[in-house]
């Protein structure tokens, strides 16, 4: 189901130029961030690194990255931001951070939180306050659409290529969801 998601996905984020290329990473390697984690990645984002997990991902997500490699680059940040006492509750081995942005926003979902867990966005901007985290979509497969559209919404008409069949597909979906 997800990889099928992923798949009509891909075609759209390159359709439509938000990515150049798509690649993603085989089971051994994700097999070998869940051993060092110490869990189980939830199906959605499995698929999403099975096909999008070697993708320059920066203009997908406003300058962000949620390549593989980019991993432990982010758990550096949460490690940072934790150490300065700035987002303590990030502490939770069920969290996944998954990218973050200037070393201050850290985007994550959690393993406990089913096979399409919700995406959370925690901000660090006052060196004195704990963040507090907020809600961005009820499931990880919903944020990677919404950022694809935003995407392209960012950008001029003349950078955006025409979107043929696959943007139907992700619409039609997007309604049903809205009937929930």
């Known amino acids: 189901m997800y990889s099928t998601y992923m798949q009509e996905l891909a075609s759209f984020v390159v359709e439509a130029n938000v990515v150049e290329t798509v690649a993603g990473v085989d089971e051994a390697v994700i097999a070998e961030l869940e051993q060092a ?3 189980r990645l939830p199906a959605c984002y499995r698929a999403f690194l099975q096909t ?5 991902t920066w203009r997908w997500f406003d300058g962000d990255y949620a390549s593989i490699d980019r991993f432990d680059e982010t758990l550096e940040v949460v490690q940072d931001l934790i150490a300065e006492g700035l987002i303590p509750w990030l502490d939770d081995r069920a969290i996944i951070p998954f990218t973050q942005h200037a ?4 985007y ?12 959370f966005c925690a901000i660090s901007g006052d060196e004195t306050t704990p963040a507090e985290c907020s809600q ?3 499931a990880f497969s919903i944020w ?4 694809a559209f935003d995407s392209i919404e960012r ?4 950078e955006v290529k025409p979107i043929s069949s696959t943007f139907g597909s992700l619409r039609e979906q997007s309604m049903n969801e809205a009937n929930f």
């Open 37 to 39: 984690r110490g869990y």
């Open 144 to 147: 990677l659409r919404n950022s």
């Open 108 to 119: 994550y979902i959690r393993c406990d939180d089913g096979d399409d867990p919700a995406v």
């Open 103 to 106: 070393g201050y926003v850290v």
């Open 136 to 138: 961005l979509a009820p």
């Open 155 to 158: 950008r001029s008409w003349t």
């Open 52 to 56: 999008f997990g070697k993708t320059n």
